[in-house]
């Protein structure tokens, strides 16, 4: 007699049971959509993602592991056809596609959405690059069926709450713009996301708490492995019925929604909803670095020996960031107290801030030790659509000053000009490219759309 595993359903039953309707509406909307369906709006968000994207990487590629890998990896692979943005090297697709995706979270200066509670374009955009095809009609495409498709997953699903979100569902963005630039049919489509679905990491929230760098690969991950599901798909292989359902619904995550997959889909762009950032920081803390910013219109520079301590209230995710502790480069962009120490004694959170000297210096890690940080229940009731902090400063002479902000410059309600968003790939690119180079990816990237072909861009990337 056969016996079935109670939940489990026969093999013949589930090979007659149709795919889920969200996934068949997807699968359909994302083969025939083209860069004239998408709103003006969104194809130039998309253009700005991408620039942003490619500044991020660059300055990233020139920290010290970033380039150790590098070598390490071609040293043993060869040498290939695609550029590792920001450094003299090209590699194989699927290892640049890894290289420029663990570069572009080195420091947490790539863009994200705050809906989706990550950031879809770093698991997208390398990827792409890797392995260029057609215009730049498709290659704006194919960034923005990959950032939608990723960004509604995680906008339809709960991580479990200790997992770290990059690696999960940025496999399935990245396994779609690879399958878009290459002109997937719905059935293939439907391939890459029922396999990209579960090849997602078992990633750790506290590898960002305790400054675990190995996270920083985890984008790195996504985006090589979304090359090897277009692969597999045109291989033959296959994933379960429904991936996205199982993955996000019972394993990495809980209460998966697939209403959420399809509404508005085609009007409402989650790349148009995005968010940029200025301070070289984790997100988490610049709802605090925004409202210290507030305070030092007003009391104008200070010293650390001038503050006797600061209070933080702030949301739940926000309050996790309270250790003082600074014993990397990651680690100290992921403390509340470290970051405002460190603003405090340089003017700015920014790139040098959270290196080595500024970390080791006594009186910003003495600052450090007098920020206190505290979950308020009534602003975290407002996410996801804020990221509210309220600050308390004394000085040393008894004086207070207090500021509160409900959200973050760059988001969507308080979004950064097309000029700063610019202005930030300069500051970024033109110490690694040199500016008159820098300037012509600038040019490339916000002229792209049909008749420019996308393998323009990568021949500049190539240092």
Not at 151 to 180: D, E, Q, Y
Not at 317 to 334: E, H, R
């Amino acid at each position: 007699m056969a016996i079935v595993t109670e939940g489990v359903e026969p093999a013949s039953v589930l090979m007659a049971a149709p795919p889920p309707a969200w996934l068949e509406e997807w699968c359909a909307f994302a083969a025939r959509t083209r860069l004239a369906d998408i709103p003006a709006e969104a194809q130039q968000r998309a253009r700005l993602v991408l620039l942003d994207s490619i500044g991020a990487i660059a300055a990233g590629a020139q920290e010290e592991e970033v380039q150790a890998l590098a070598a390490r990896m071609i040293a043993r692979e060869g040498a290939g056809d695609a550029p590792v943005i920001g450094l003299p090297r090209s590699a194989r697709p699927g290892t640049a596609a890894f290289l420029n995706g663990t570069a572009g979270t080195m420091l947490e200066l790539d863009e994200g959405n705050q809906y989706c509670r990550g950031h879809p374009a770093i698991h997208v955009v390398p990827a792409l690059l890797a392995a260029p095809r057609g215009d730049g009609a498709a290659l704006l495409t194919a960034l923005a069926i990959g950032y939608e498709f990723g960004a509604r997953v995680g906008i339809a699903s709960k991580l479990n709450v200790a997992m770290h979100p990059h690696g999960t569902w940025g496999t399935l963005g990245a396994g779609m713009g690879v399958a878009k630039l290459h002109g997937a049919t719905a059935a293939e489509f439907r391939g890459v996301i029922n396999m990209a679905a579960s090849l997602g990491l078992a990633t750790s929230r506290k590898t960002m708490l305790e400054g675990g760098t190995v996270r920083n690969t985890y984008a790195g991950v996504a985006n090589m492995l979304g090359l090897t599901v277009w692969d597999l798909v045109r291989s033959g292989f296959e994933g379960e019925r429904d991936g996205v359902g199982t993955v996000f619904g019972q394993v990495s995550a809980t209460d998966f929604r697939p209403e959420e997959m399809t509404a508005a889909l085609g009007t409402r762009w989650e790349i148009a909803r995005n968010y940029f950032k200025r301070h070289a920081a984790c997100r988490y803390t610049h709802g605090a670095l925004d409202a210290l910013g507030l305070i030092l219109a007003r009391t104008g520079p200070l010293q650390p020996d001038q503050v006797r301590a600061i209070e933080v209230d702030t949301y739940v995710w926000a309050a996790q960031l309270d250790s003082p502790l600074a014993p990397n480069m990651l680690a100290a962009k992921f403390s509340i107290p470290f970051a405002l120490a460190t603003t405090i004694a340089h003017g700015a959170a920014t790139v040098p801030a959270f290196r080595g000297p500024a970390r080791e210096n006594p009186a910003v890690q003495a600052l450090a030790s007098r920020v206190t940080v505290n979950e308020d229940p009534k602003l975290t009731a407002q996410l996801p659509g804020l990221r509210p902090a309220r600050l308390r400063v004394t000085l040393a002479d008894g004086t207070t000053h207090a500021a509160e902000v409900t959200t973050n410059r760059g988001d969507t309600e308080d979004p950064y000009t097309e000029a700063e968003v610019r202005g930030k790939f300069r500051e970024l690119a033109d110490p690694v490219f040199g500016a008159d180079r820098a300037k012509a990816i600038e040019e490339a990237v916000m002229a792209l759309g049909p008749h420019h072909e996308a393998a323009a861009l990568t021949e500049l990337l190539m240092r």
